[in-house]
């Protein structure tokens, strides 16, 4: 199955695969660090292990970012 | 309002730009802008947004100048160490551009105080570190109906959106702040000074390109940023139904503070 994840082409021997085992070989470490979205819609962080991919789909997946100074405002 | 010699020729190179122009550049004069946090990110913003003539901009940040922020944050020198940030915010605005009308709140953004900061604003800038802070400002700007801009940087990477009311928010994103320990705590994660200057002179332009009405905004896009491999790439998105503030059955509609992320508390202790 060939993928999009990222805007890059993603490729598993498996026909079937979920959300969440694309972002484990995405080397996302916990999926509590990202939103994810399956062609163009988000999916909810408790639907990931359910959601299943097709060939073609496009997952995104965009980290949580903190940053700027040093301490909270 | 009419430019007088001194303000045609110092915002000549603005006037001359055919999406600028005389109309543009005194929307910029008209200007009110907030800046949420006087650090990597609020530095860039602030200093482009002075120079390119900005009204009146506010600041808000309660911190002091930390030998450890000059590495990223531009608007503060070596001097400045030990003093309040957004009174070394305000001199810096001064020197480059006296037509900018600098407020100055020296305090850190609430529940209790965030909806009668932002009022007066045009557009607000989220230029905190913190996730507590980036979710008050989102909520705060959604309900209150205000557009602003989201920046987050960590290492070499950085991220940015705006918010227009009626459009995606933040939340429709990131639903909730990440679970302690998720996310990598601030001591940990480190950052490349320029990243911060990138992700805010982006920031700097959706300002000015709101003011001015032209172009197409960071809105319902996200963009996102690996400055380690110089990749860019931008992530459509749509509001979500489900979002917690603008989506079909809001759970959050008055603000409350977050708890602070475990970074938060370790690096408040260092001072
Ligand atoms: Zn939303």
């Known amino acids: ?73 | 309002m009419n430019l007088n010699d001194a303000q045609i020729e110092r915002y000549s190179r603005h006037i001359i730009l055919g999406n600028v122009g005389v109309e543009g550049q005194e929307k910029i004069l008209a200007g009110k802008v907030l800046i949420i946090g006087t650090g990597g990110l609020g530095a860039p913003v602030a200093l482009y947004l002075a120079a390119a003539g900005l009204g009146t901009i506010g600041l808000v940040d309660g911190d002091v100048v930390d030998l450890s922020n000059l590495q990223r944050q531009v608007i503060h020198f070596t001097p400045d160490v030990g003093r309040p940030k957004v009174l070394s915010a305000k001199d810096k605005i001064a020197a480059i551009n006296p037509d900018v009308r600098v407020i100055t709140y020296e305090t850190r953004v609430a529940a209790a105080n965030i909806a009668g900061i932002i009022k007066d604003y045009d557009f607000i800038v989220d230029g905190t570190d913190n996730f507590a802070a980036k979710f008050l400002i989102n909520d705060a700007c959604v309900l209150g109906g205000k557009p602003f801009s989201h920046g987050g940087i960590l290492r070499f990477d950085g991220q940015t959106l705006t918010y227009v009311p009626g459009q995606a928010c933040y939340r429709c994103v990131f639903t909730a702040p990440p679970p302690k320990g998720a996310v990598p705590t601030c001591s940990q994660a480190g950052i490349l000074g320029a990243v911060a200057g990138m992700l805010g002179t982006i920031q700097a332009a959706e300002v000015l390109r709101f003011l001015i009405g032209k172009g197409e905004l960071l809105v319902n896009r996200l963009l996102v940023f690996d400055a380690l491999n110089m990749n860019f790439r931008t992530v459509k998105f749509a509001r979500n139904p489900a979002c917690p503030v603008c989506g079909e059955r809001p759970s959050i509609t008055t603000l409350v503070d977050a708890e602070p992320a475990v970074c938060d508390l370790k690096s408040r202790g260092r001072g």
């Open chain 1, 1 to 73: 199955m060939t993928l999009k994840v990222n805007g890059k082409v993603f490729t598993a021997a498996e026909a079937a695969l979920t959300v969440a085992e694309v972002l484990q070989r995405s080397s996302v470490a916990n999926p509590e660090m990202v939103a994810v979205q399956l062609n163009g819609e988000f999916v909810a962080k408790e639907k990931l292990a359910q959601t299943p991919v097709a060939q073609d789909d496009e997952v995104d997946f965009i980290y949580f970012m903190g940053g700027g100074a040093k301490r909270d405002i």
